[in-house]
């Protein structure tokens, strides 16, 4: 069994998905002692955000109008959709910046949506080839979104990733959220309760 460990905050240590990441990941160590973790952080390892160059996976591979900096960048593109395929479980950290999902992490899913790859358009529309996997969110925001209909529809993070993963295919997503993180301590003691005991609802 292999999970996708990605984290994108940038807070560093001080991160509170990173630190709901960590604890979802011990957990499943511990419930498949054979498991096999790869780790990106993209606040550290990030690809460059789609240019004209960085779309030539749409592409030939053997393409002889690649240039050179079109091989590269596909390179990192197939490094990254070969990761992703090959995961059975994907956790990812993602804070919300201005309601939604931070740019490195934008970045990757712009690489790793490809046509043929993660998707297929077919005469009756798309379908996602992603429906094996196991999809395990770990959000922290500053207020609290998920109560309300106008929080919700402020909300472009949780939505936006089951939007693109959904189009990839996934259907079981597991979601771990902290709310309230910058609204009082009393607030974020509350939010990190409620992310323990989704955490916890994971085991189930």
């Given amino acids: 069994m292999k999970l996708l460990h990605i984290d994108s905050s940038i807070s560093g240590q001080n991160s ?3 630190s709901l990441t960590r604890q979802i ?7 498949h002692p054979d498991l096999q973790v790869e780790y990106l952080d993209l606040a550290l390892q990030a690809p460059g955000p789609l240019s004209l160059d960085a779309l030539g996976f749409r592409l030939p591979p053997s393409a002889d109008s690649l240039t050179d900096v079109q091989r590269r960048e596909n390179a990192v593109s197939e490094a990254l959709v070969t990761q992703l395929i090959a995961a059975d479980v994907v956790v990812i950290g993602s804070p919300l910046y201005n309601f939604t999902i931070p740019a490195q992490l934008k970045a990757w899913l712009d690489r790793v949506a490809q046509g043929g790859r993660t998707f297929k358009y077919t005469e009756n529309g798309p379908v996602g080839l992603l429906g ?8 922290s925001r500053g207020g609290v979104y998920s109560t309300s209909d106008a929080g919700n529809a402020m909300e472009h993070q949780e939505s936006y990733l089951k939007t693109i993963f959904g189009f990839m295919g996934v259907t079981d997503f597991r979601v771990v959220r902290a709310e309230g993180m910058d609204m009082g301590p009393a607030s974020r003691e509350r939010g990190l309760a409620q992310a323990q005991e989704d955490i916890l609802a994971l085991a189930a």
């Fill in 16 to 18: 509170v998905t990173r």
């Fill in 25 to 31: 990941v011990e957990q499943q160590r511990a419930a």
């Fill in 132 to 139: 094996d996997k196991t999809v395990i969110l770990a959000l």
